[in-house]
């Protein structure tokens, strides 16, 4: 794998088809002209994008994420936030299972989630989320990113012809989509986006539909929808398109939404796990 070289950067592939460590920055310090536009270069060329060994305040976390375009809003009602957020600045959401009185912190406290998009559930979903890690497990908790590029790229081309130009809906209730129980969370949102999306920079396109939040496609009984995405979820999540990030405290990681999906590994419940989470928003009406 080749390493580009700015003045102080060097971006390093993690993966053939997604993901690149940038070593050289000190994030809590501002960057250059140049520096900005050399990591909004390397975000759109690897959709992930890995900093290691940062140590930031919530200023800096927001003033970074601005480097990538709007910070996004946290994107549910204030009555829906654990006690922790009111240790955070505007914008940021605590992502942790750390417990008070029992209860979580943070959002998204534990367990396994499915490979997914966030905020695809929006009208306008967020462009890119940021991720920064204070306390990690000794193990589990994994990340793992998907190429949607790669995926659109390489699908049966008499699948991607059915699906071609059709809208799918999603569905922002995890307990239910994921269980099937009716017990998840509230739905804040849902919407219809194209199944293979444009990307509004790069020009490329790739899958848009996730197994945790997508629900069937406008225009098709959900007997002949989800034949075509089984195919499709399966076909997204292989192992040769996904990177697969083992967290180290320190880490600071931003991916791109608009061609990625991510999922998250089980971890021990009696382990402490922090993180700080920032989003870029949305810029267009996903076509």
Request: hydrophobic share 35%; with cysteine.
């Amino acid at each position: 794998m080749n390493v580009m070289t700015t003045s102080k950067l060097e971006v390093v592939p993690l993966s053939k088809h997604i993901g690149a460590e940038l070593r050289g920055l000190d994030l809590s310090q501002p960057l250059s002209e140049a520096d900005v536009a050399a990591i909004n270069k390397a975000w759109l060329d690897h959709i992930v994008i890995l900093f290691r060994g940062q140590r930031l305040s919530q200023e800096d976390q927001l003033r970074l994420t601005a480097y990538f375009g709007e910070v996004g809003a946290l994107g549910r009602p204030p009555k829906y936030f654990p006690p922790g957020f009111n240790k955070l600045l505007p914008k940021i959401m605590m992502i942790s299972n750390i417990r008070e009185n029992g209860e979580p912190i943070g959002a998204l406290p534990d367990g396994e989630m499915m490979f997914h998009h966030d905020m695809i559930h929006h009208d306008l979903p967020h462009n890119g989320t940021m991720l920064y890690s204070l306390e990690i497990p000794t193990y589990g908790g994994d990340t793992l990113f998907a190429s949607g590029y790669a995926a659109y790229d390489t699908f049966d081309p008499a699948l991607k012809a059915k699906l071609e130009g059709k809208k799918a809906r999603h569905h922002y209730n995890y307990g239910s989509t994921q269980k099937g129980d009716g017990k998840g969370t509230e739905a804040f949102a849902q919407s219809c986006h194209p199944v293979f999306r444009t990307h509004d920079q790069s020009g490329r396109k790739s899958t848009y539909v996730n197994r945790l939040m997508t629900t069937g496609i406008e225009g098709m009984s959900d007997q002949e929808a989800q034949p075509l995405l089984d195919a499709l979820f399966d076909h997204t999540e292989k192992p040769e398109f996904i990177y697969r990030h083992q967290w180290k405290v320190g880490d600071v990681l931003l991916w791109d939404n608009r061609c990625s999906t991510h999922a998250r590994d089980d971890f021990p419940a009696d382990q402490r796990r922090l993180m700080l989470r920032t989003t870029v928003a949305g810029t267009v009406i996903p076509t």
